[in-house]
């Protein structure tokens, strides 16, 4: 069943969430990008494709504290500073990154289970957004995800004037009686006709025909010594900005910070692209960024589907693309490696 | 949220003996403040030890899992984590957490075979925990063979267990050698691979390698040449490691993690990985 | 009597050959200068890397100041002289990052100079004290 | 539009590559959009004339690349640099970071590049094409039936805008004419900022800081970032971080990577150009070169090699920190 919100009452919308929950919404990150922001009647909502960042940080923060240590002489003293996450609520997030949570939770949340992770993905609730304009860098339809028909507690629908709603789980269903008084029900045509619009553009996308053959369970052998990865490879800086993008890289480093008066332990996200993510006393498996290169996407494309039962480890977002200093990306290593170009 | 099982965050542990085995190794006995064993393991798994503000990391769990007091770490003199841990004292605390791995298949693939031991350098101390526990249920197993092998008779770890227990215990024999000759030593001299070979095996032994890089290489090289198939052999493996459980993602060779679906592999599911270890 | 007044913490990175010495005769002396004023003994003022100044913020510093020998009088020829480029940088830099330039302060102090120490030492900490605690350059992390 | 045309540098470096003088070429690749190319190494005339592109969106710069790229091969290196990337190369050869023997420089002149993300700004996302003309570009988005006009002034980058040279100062061949050191006017948003109160410039810049996610890409682009090992990549250290765990380790890594090159840096652009987030990172490198510029007399690193930077030099008259704000009261 769908309700709807008129778009004149966005802002009571989000008053009446953040009224009994933490509020999160894309809003302006004042340098022409979209961070998701806490609402309060201050935060205007910021209606763009993608935020810079992915929301993955609700659930896997860039850093987080794991717990502390008092040193006292010999003497260690350990602290479980871990607090149960309080319910939030994170608004707009597109199908594809709500599809990235799925991919998140195979690893957090499979024996044995990431304490952390799981509080906050138990505490967070997602309302999803449909996308009406989806970028040339979009492909999430490569990997099944249909842009058209989010995922998510309650999925939601932005025309022109309305903001239509459906709940998908007792979550959902719970948060929309918050709502109640400023939706009402409604027919679905104006999201059958948003669909249909959308599917329009989706066929015209550039990265549509994008194929995913060669990839998959099962396919190391054929692609580790490929020699495309020498030349995709060649231009790469070494940085992490398409791990710290992507909405499904979960590769997290674990360090101590010795504050004076304790040592903290903290969890931060790490990057395959990085020279010393590998590296110990005695050597380094991965030498040149090629192998490092490699190990990304390789991860994506093969290792993660090998251990997930197909499932593949990007959805499409784009982020890479668009960010990425040398604009390599893995678009570029499906095409090649598929053969293509 | 505290009654949620955590495996990253660790325990207590003391270190109530150090030992020096050789000049760069010495092996740690460690239990919980209260005196007990921090958790049970099988042969082959790993611990997580830490020094908070120095770092973590993994290191096989030396002793057998038969040693229900106590475990020990014999540890290399190589890094951070080992140059700190090497200055400690009796006394000195750290955090332990584990066990980590696929151990040795010890009850199954193991049970009633002959059992051949090849360890070179500090790779003794992954194989130390198998060797005890067969020694310790001789009578499931065949006959025992340990060929160990070091850069000279001082950086023998273990040295004195080796002479007074386990070259005593009946169907044990143990093999040393040393990679350059030494005044007093009469044993052997050359290097792990060539002196396999020198041995002859009988090809019907289930092996167990571990030591440096090249040295697995060359004697596995050696055994497949004398007739072992790779399905006989077993390893066992080390790479960077953070959460010791998969997740952190660094670990891994092409889709296994040494951490949870290793460190023990046998060396046809090794072949079957890329090369990038 | 106040209580709990607000003191400053003063790093002051000293030169081996010059201001440190001259932190020793200030001490012979039986001047006074804040016993807030924390010394690291540096080989050359030279030595300061400008991540050191960051790190002693970092770790709870209220104000650092760097002494070396006058110029012309380095013990390695031309350290201060680098010293002197390199810290006029960083500090127009801090401040241009908005970090109070009252917080920071480079002085050329010879071994002879007892006084001029204390009286800088004095100078600086009343100088940082009227600031107030550093909170541009913190880590929120040293102060649990 | 720029003043060469694509085809001129193609043949000339498939001549040079088949006359063997060159056994590779460093150019930019054709991405997958008109506007995502991708620094490559060519070898192959046929690879060259399908792939290699020169356009408005050819913003890298190669010289970095050679430090690698030199090491990995024994012939010489075709290269094409912009009047900016020429500064970079200089800077990399006083610093002995490559062998100049190795390496054929044809210099190429730039009407300066375009910054997608002002397009996009403009003319919305779904970009599809856009074809340069001679007052700027006519694109065409998913989501517009004609082709937009756009003004090339509007989408330039900033360093473009501020270009500081439009002069060659290396190169081994000339392509098209050589341009002069242009009048810019790169450090007014210096001295704007620094008009702030301090009060503000804190807000400014602890905003423009926050959104760092310390992707490092800053760092790994920069041509004068060429250290074997970064301080913040070393454990053993004492800086080395990977995360922007807070407001001070932000700071800390772009003061002190910024200070590392500060002298050398010959304000290329790229840190800003890369930055995911858009940090303006070139003020922080702008305040250094203007702070030396006045305290030290004028000095641009790259424009010759072999010069000394400001900060390994001094004069016995130079100005003591305690001046460094004279004249400067806003406080």
């Given at each position: 069943?769908?309700?709807?919100?008129?778009?004149?009452?966005?802002?009571?919308?989000?008053?009446?969430?953040?009224?009994?929950?933490?509020?999160?919404?894309?809003?302006?990150?004042?340098?022409?990008?979209?961070?998701?922001?806490?609402?309060?009647?201050?935060?205007?909502?910021?209606?763009?494709?993608?935020?810079?960042?992915?929301?993955?940080?609700?659930?896997?923060?860039?850093?987080?504290?794991?717990?502390?240590?008092?040193?006292?002489?010999?003497?260690?003293?350990?602290?479980?500073?871990?607090?149960?996450?309080?319910?939030?609520?994170?608004?707009?997030?597109?199908?594809?990154?709500?599809?990235?949570?799925?991919?998140?939770?195979?690893?957090?949340?499979?024996?044995?289970?990431?304490?952390?992770?799981?509080?906050?993905?138990?505490?967070?609730?997602?309302?999803?957004?449909?996308?009406?304009?989806?970028?040339?860098?979009?492909?999430?339809?490569?990997?099944?995800?249909?842009?058209?028909?989010?995922?998510?507690?309650?999925?939601?629908?932005?025309?022109?004037?309305?903001?239509?709603?459906?709940?998908?789980?007792?979550?959902?269903?719970?948060?929309?009686?918050?709502?109640?008084?400023?939706?009402?029900?409604?027919?679905?045509?104006?999201?059958?006709?948003?669909?249909?619009?959308?599917?329009?553009?989706?066929?015209?996308?550039?990265?549509?025909?994008?194929?995913?053959?060669?990839?998959?369970?099962?396919?190391?052998?054929?692609?580790?010594?490929?020699?495309?990865?020498?030349?995709?490879?060649?231009?790469?800086?070494?940085?992490?900005?398409?791990?710290?993008?992507?909405?499904?890289?979960?590769?997290?480093?674990?360090?101590?910070?010795?504050?004076?008066?304790?040592?903290?332990?903290?969890?931060?996200w790490d990057s395959c692209m990085f020279s010393e993510f590998t590296k110990m006393a005695h050597g380094n498996p991965r030498l040149t960024q090629k192998e490092r290169f490699r190990q990304r996407f390789m991860h994506k494309l093969v290792y993660y589907p090998d251990n997930n039962d197909g499932l593949f480890s990007c959805v499409g977002c784009g982020r890479c693309l668009a960010k990425c200093p040398v604009s390599m990306n893995i678009a570029k290593v499906m095409k090649k490696l598929g053969g293509e170009k | 949220m505290n009654n949620r099982p955590e495996t990253l965050i660790p325990v207590i542990g003391v270190i109530t003996d150090v030992r020096i085995d050789t000049p760069d190794v010495k092996t740690f006995r460690v239990v919980t403040p209260d005196g007990k064993k921090a958790f049970d393991h099988k042969p082959g798994q790993c611990a997580m030890l830490s020094i908070p503000g120095v770092g973590e990391a993994m290191f096989s769990i030396t002793s057998s899992p038969t040693n229900t007091e106590f475990m020990e770490f014999s540890i290399k003199k190589c890094g951070c984590v080992t140059d700190w841990l090497h200055q400690a004292e009796v006394g000195q605390q750290l955090t332990i957490r584990g066990p980590y791995g696929r151990p040795f298949p010890v009850d199954d693939e193991f049970?009633?075979?002959?059992?051949?031991?090849?360890?070179?350098?500090?790779?003794?101390?992954?194989?130390?925990?198998?060797?005890?526990?067969?020694?310790?249920?001789?009578?499931?197993?065949?006959?025992?063979?340990?060929?160990?092998?070091?850069?000279?008779?001082?950086?023998?770890?273990?040295?004195?267990?080796?002479?007074?227990?386990?070259?005593?215990?009946?169907?044990?024999?143990?093999?040393?050698?040393?990679?350059?000759?030494?005044?007093?030593?009469?044993?052997?001299?050359?290097?792990?691979?060539?002196?396999?070979?020198?041995?002859?095996?009988?090809?019907?032994?289930?092996?167990?390698?571990?030591?440096?890089?090249?040295?697995?290489?060359?004697?596995?090289?050696?055994?497949?040449?004398?007739?072992?198939?790779?399905?006989?052999?077993?390893?066992?493996?080390?790479?960077?490691?953070?959460?010791?459980?998969?997740?952190?993602?660094?670990?891994?060779?092409?889709?296994?993690?040494?951490?949870?679906?290793?460190?023990?592999?046998?060396?046809?599911?090794?072949?079957?990985?890329?090369?990038?270890? | 009597?106040?209580?709990?007044?607000?003191?400053?913490?003063?790093?002051?990175?000293?030169?081996?050959?010059?201001?440190?010495?001259?932190?020793?005769?200030?001490?012979?002396?039986?001047?006074?200068?804040?016993?807030?004023?924390?010394?690291?003994?540096?080989?050359?003022?030279?030595?300061?890397?400008?991540?050191?100044?960051?790190?002693?913020?970092?770790?709870?510093?209220?104000?650092?100041?760097?002494?070396?020998?006058?110029?012309?009088?380095?013990?390695?020829?031309?350290?201060?002289?680098?010293?002197?480029?390199?810290?006029?940088?960083?500090?127009?830099?801090?401040?241009?990052?908005?970090?109070?330039?009252?917080?920071?302060?480079?002085?050329?102090?010879?071994?002879?100079?007892?006084?001029?120490?204390?009286?800088?030492?004095?100078?600086?900490?009343?100088?940082?004290?009227?600031?107030?605690?550093?909170?541009?350059?913190?880590?929120?992390?040293?102060?649990? | 539009?720029?003043?060469?045309?694509?085809?001129?540098?193609?043949?000339?470096?498939?001549?040079?590559?088949?006359?063997?003088?060159?056994?590779?070429?460093?150019?930019?690749?054709?991405?997958?959009?008109?506007?995502?190319?991708?620094?490559?190494?060519?070898?192959?005339?046929?690879?060259?004339?399908?792939?290699?592109?020169?356009?408005?969106?050819?913003?890298?710069?190669?010289?970095?690349?050679?430090?690698?790229?030199?090491?990995?091969?024994?012939?010489?290196?075709?290269?094409?640099?912009?009047?900016?990337?020429?500064?970079?190369?200089?800077?990399?050869?006083?610093?002995?970071?490559?062998?100049?023997?190795?390496?054929?420089?044809?210099?190429?002149?730039?009407?300066?590049?375009?910054?997608?993300?002002?397009?996009?700004?403009?003319?919305?996302?779904?970009?599809?094409?856009?074809?340069?003309?001679?007052?700027?570009?006519?694109?065409?988005?998913?989501?517009?039936?004609?082709?937009?006009?756009?003004?090339?002034?509007?989408?330039?980058?900033?360093?473009?805008?501020?270009?500081?040279?439009?002069?060659?100062?290396?190169?081994?061949?000339?392509?098209?004419?050589?341009?002069?050191?242009?009048?810019?006017?790169?450090?007014?948003?210096?001295?704007?900022?620094?008009?702030?109160?301090?009060?503000?410039?804190?807000?400014?810049?602890?905003?423009?800081?926050?959104?760092?996610?310390?992707?490092?890409?800053?760092?790994?682009?920069?041509?004068?970032?060429?250290?074997?090992?970064?301080?913040?990549?070393?454990?053993?250290?004492?800086?080395?971080?990977?995360?922007?765990?807070?407001?001070?380790?932000?700071?800390?890594?772009?003061?002190?990577?910024?200070?590392?090159?500060?002298?050398?840096?010959?304000?290329?652009?790229?840190?800003?150009?890369?930055?995911?987030?858009?940090?303006?990172?070139?003020?922080?490198?702008?305040?250094?070169?203007?702070?030396?510029?006045?305290?030290?007399?004028?000095?641009?690193?790259?424009?010759?090699?072999?010069?000394?930077?400001?900060?390994?030099?001094?004069?016995?008259?130079?100005?003591?920190?305690?001046?460094?704000?004279?004249?400067?009261?806003?406080?």
């Amino acid at each position: 069943m769908i309700r709807k919100c008129s778009l004149t009452k966005l802002n009571d919308f989000f008053a009446a969430i953040a009224g009994d929950k933490t509020l999160y919404i894309p809003a302006s990150d004042g340098a022409g990008g979209a961070v998701y922001k806490k609402w309060d009647s201050n935060t205007q909502y910021l209606d763009v494709l993608n935020t810079v960042k992915s929301p993955k940080d609700f659930f896997f923060p860039h850093t987080e504290d794991l717990m502390e240590f008092k040193v006292k002489g010999k003497n260690i003293e350990l602290l479980d500073i871990r607090q149960e996450s309080e319910d939030f609520v994170v608004f707009g997030v597109r199908p594809c990154d709500v599809k990235s949570f799925d991919i998140l939770d195979r690893v957090f949340l499979s024996e044995p289970v990431d304490s952390y992770y799981a509080s906050r993905r138990e505490h967070g609730i997602i309302i999803s957004l449909a996308c009406s304009k989806p970028s040339e860098t979009c492909f999430c339809t490569t990997f099944d995800i249909d842009p058209t028909e989010p995922e998510g507690d309650i999925s939601a629908w932005k025309t022109d004037d309305a903001l239509y709603l459906r709940a998908n789980t007792e979550k959902g269903e719970a948060l929309m009686a918050l709502v109640e008084h400023l939706t009402e029900e409604c027919d679905d045509a104006p999201v059958v006709a948003q669909k249909q619009n959308v599917k329009k553009i989706l066929d015209k996308l550039p990265l549509a025909g994008l194929k995913l053959d060669v990839f998959g369970k099962g396919k190391t052998e054929e692609l580790f010594d490929d020699p495309a990865w020498d030349t995709l490879s060649e231009a790469c800086l070494g940085c992490g900005t398409c791990t710290f993008v992507c909405p499904t890289c979960q590769c997290y480093d674990i360090k101590d910070f010795d504050t004076g008066n304790g040592v903290i332990r903290y969890r931060c996200w790490d990057s395959c692209m990085f020279s010393e993510f590998t590296k110990m006393a005695h050597g380094n498996p991965r030498l040149t960024q090629k192998e490092r290169f490699r190990q990304r996407f390789m991860h994506k494309l093969v290792y993660y589907p090998d251990n997930n039962d197909g499932l593949f480890s990007c959805v499409g977002c784009g982020r890479c693309l668009a960010k990425c200093p040398v604009s390599m990306n893995i678009a570029k290593v499906m095409k090649k490696l598929g053969g293509e170009k | 949220m505290n009654n949620r099982p955590e495996t990253l965050i660790p325990v207590i542990g003391v270190i109530t003996d150090v030992r020096i085995d050789t000049p760069d190794v010495k092996t740690f006995r460690v239990v919980t403040p209260d005196g007990k064993k921090a958790f049970d393991h099988k042969p082959g798994q790993c611990a997580m030890l830490s020094i908070p503000g120095v770092g973590e990391a993994m290191f096989s769990i030396t002793s057998s899992p038969t040693n229900t007091e106590f475990m020990e770490f014999s540890i290399k003199k190589c890094g951070c984590v080992t140059d700190w841990l090497h200055q400690a004292e009796v006394g000195q605390q750290l955090t332990i957490r584990g066990p980590y791995g696929r151990p040795f298949p010890v009850d199954d693939e193991f049970a009633g075979k002959d059992l051949l031991f090849i360890a070179g350098g500090i790779g003794l101390a992954p194989l130390r925990s198998v060797i005890n526990y067969c020694r310790h249920y001789r009578d499931r197993y065949g006959e025992i063979d340990i060929v160990y092998g070091s850069r000279s008779s001082a950086d023998l770890v273990d040295y004195q267990e080796i002479i007074e227990e386990w070259t005593k215990d009946t169907g044990v024999r143990v093999h040393l050698t040393i990679d350059n000759p030494e005044e007093g030593w009469d044993g052997h001299v050359g290097f792990v691979p060539s002196y396999v070979k020198e041995l002859s095996f009988e090809t019907n032994k289930t092996a167990i390698i571990c030591g440096p890089p090249i040295m697995i290489k060359f004697t596995l090289d050696a055994m497949i040449e004398m007739g072992f198939a790779k399905e006989q052999v077993y390893t066992t493996m080390e790479l960077r490691m953070k959460c010791g459980v998969g997740k952190c993602g660094r670990c891994n060779i092409g889709s296994k993690y040494v951490c949870k679906d290793g460190p023990v592999f046998r060396c046809d599911e090794l072949s079957e990985l890329p090369d990038e270890y | 009597m106040q209580v709990n007044k607000y003191r400053p913490l003063i790093v002051a990175f000293c030169c081996n050959w010059c201001s440190y010495a001259g932190a020793d005769l200030a001490g012979n002396n039986r001047l006074n200068y804040p016993a807030d004023v924390k010394i690291i003994r540096v080989p050359c003022s030279c030595r300061v890397n400008p991540s050191f100044v960051l790190r002693a913020f970092q770790r709870g510093a209220d104000g650092v100041i760097i002494c070396g020998c006058h110029p012309g009088d380095c013990h390695y020829t031309s350290g201060n002289y680098y010293t002197r480029r390199r810290m006029a940088l960083l500090f127009s830099m801090l401040d241009y990052l908005g970090i109070e330039r009252e917080r920071t302060r480079l002085e050329w102090v010879s071994a002879a100079e007892g006084a001029k120490f204390a009286a800088t030492m004095n100078d600086f900490a009343e100088q940082v004290a009227a600031l107030g605690e550093n909170k541009r350059l913190e880590d929120l992390r040293c102060k649990r | 539009m720029q003043k060469i045309n694509r085809d001129v540098l193609i043949d000339r470096a498939i001549s040079l590559l088949n006359s063997g003088q060159v056994s590779s070429v460093l150019g930019w690749r054709q991405g997958e959009f008109f506007y995502d190319v991708t620094p490559a190494v060519f070898t192959d005339e046929n690879d060259i004339r399908e792939n290699f592109v020169w356009n408005d969106f050819c913003g890298a710069n190669f010289s970095k690349y050679l430090v690698s790229k030199t090491k990995a091969s024994d012939g010489k290196i075709l290269v094409f640099l912009k009047p900016c990337d020429t500064y970079s190369f200089n800077q990399l050869l006083t610093e002995h970071r490559f062998d100049r023997e190795k390496v054929y420089v044809i210099g190429i002149p730039c009407e300066g590049m375009v910054d997608t993300g002002k397009l996009k700004a403009q003319v919305g996302d779904g970009l599809v094409s856009a074809q340069s003309t001679e007052e700027g570009l006519l694109v065409t988005t998913l989501y517009s039936d004609e082709p937009v006009n756009v003004d090339i002034k509007s989408v330039l980058a900033e360093r473009c805008i501020n270009c500081k040279s439009k002069k060659h100062v290396a190169y081994d061949e000339l392509l098209g004419d050589e341009g002069q050191i242009e009048d810019s006017d790169r450090f007014d948003e210096v001295a704007r900022i620094e008009a702030m109160s301090p009060d503000e410039r804190f807000a400014f810049w602890q905003g423009e800081l926050s959104r760092c996610i310390r992707c490092n890409a800053c760092r790994d682009v920069c041509p004068a970032c060429t250290c074997e090992k970064c301080v913040f990549d070393n454990p053993v250290s004492g800086v080395e971080n990977k995360a922007p765990v807070n407001s001070f380790e932000e700071k800390m890594f772009h003061i002190i990577r910024a200070f590392h090159v500060a002298g050398r840096c010959t304000d290329c652009g790229e840190c800003s150009r890369v930055c995911p987030q858009n940090i303006p990172l070139h003020l922080l490198n702008r305040k250094f070169i203007k702070d030396i510029n006045g305290f030290y007399g004028e000095y641009q690193a790259g424009e010759c090699v072999g010069s000394r930077a400001p900060l390994v030099d001094y004069n016995l008259e130079d100005l003591e920190a305690s001046d460094v704000f004279e004249g400067r009261d806003t406080q």
